[in-house]
């Protein structure tokens, strides 16, 4: 069974870098056609999808956050993790990460249990 | 970027229930859709992709149907469990996109 486990600060001061990573168990990151995305939603809000990563180190970003946004993997570690600078109050939300599955573009069908992070002073 | 529009946003129903939520997105998309429920403080659970294709585990009352713009999710006899939020999600193209969400609340 596959897990994943976000880590990473609950509290980032604005403009600053918002750091999580994404621990995958239950199997290896770096097998089968999966893509590796970060998700977020803010509070009693919907869901926006950040981007995502496949294990040859290829990304894709939502065009919104893009110029903000690294999405990087360690397949060493069977993690991936999510970078986001000048974070404002804005980016408040709880942030998951989740397995996608690649037929031509993809859905995903596990999901960590989301972390909050609040960016406040 | 693909525009989703997910109705009702609110949906009060009762145990026994057949209800239904539609998705309709500003452009076709053939069948590249999922269904996704979340209950407070949980992440989205995937219950249905390829606009039909019901995932592993779901339960049959759930139903998906829909191509190229128009999508419903149709749950039959509603349990108790069933009371949650529900997404829509399109997987097409970039960036890939949720709708506003269906809350399902008991009548």
């Known amino acids: 069974q596959v897990q994943l486990q976000e880590s990473g600060p609950g509290l980032v001061k604005p403009s600053q870098t918002l750091s999580l990573t994404c621990t995958v168990s239950?199997?290896?990151?770096?097998?089968?056609?999966?893509?590796w995305s970060w998700i977020r939603q803010p509070a009693g809000k919907g869901l926006e999808w950040i981007g995502r990563?496949?294990?040859?180190?290829?990304?894709n970003y939502n065009p919104s956050l893009k110029s903000r946004v690294t999405i990087s993997v360690d397949t060493s570690k069977n993690q991936f993790s999510l970078k986001l600078s000048s974070v404002t109050a804005a980016d408040t939300a709880v942030y998951y990460c989740?397995?996608?599955?690649?037929?031509?573009?993809?859905?995903?069908?596990?999901w960590g249990q989301g972390t909050l992070v609040t960016v406040s002073s | 970027a693909i525009w989703m529009t997910q109705s009702p946003s609110l949906l009060s129903a009762s145990t026994g229930d057949r209800v239904t939520i539609s998705c309709r997105m500003s452009?076709?998309?053939?069948?590249?859709l999922a269904w996704y429920q979340q209950k407070p403080g949980k992440a989205p659970e995937l219950l249905i992709y390829?606009?039909?294709t019901l995932q592993s585990g779901v339960p049959s009352r759930f139903s998906g149907s829909g191509s190229g713009t128009d999508f419903t999710l149709t749950i039959s006899c509603l349990q108790s469990e069933d009371f949650a939020t529900y997404y829509c999600?399109?997987?097409?193209?970039?960036?890939?996109?949720f709708g506003q969400g269906t809350k399902l609340e008991i009548k």
């Open positions: 989740a397995r996608g599955i690649a037929v031509a573009g993809a859905y995903f069908d596990y």
């Open positions: 239950g199997g290896s990151i770096s097998s089968g056609s999966y893509y």
């Open positions: 990563i496949y294990t040859s180190g290829s990304t």
């Open positions: 452009q076709g998309i053939s069948s590249y």
């Open positions: 390829a606009a039909s």
């Open positions: 999600q399109q997987y097409y193209s970039f960036p890939y996109s």
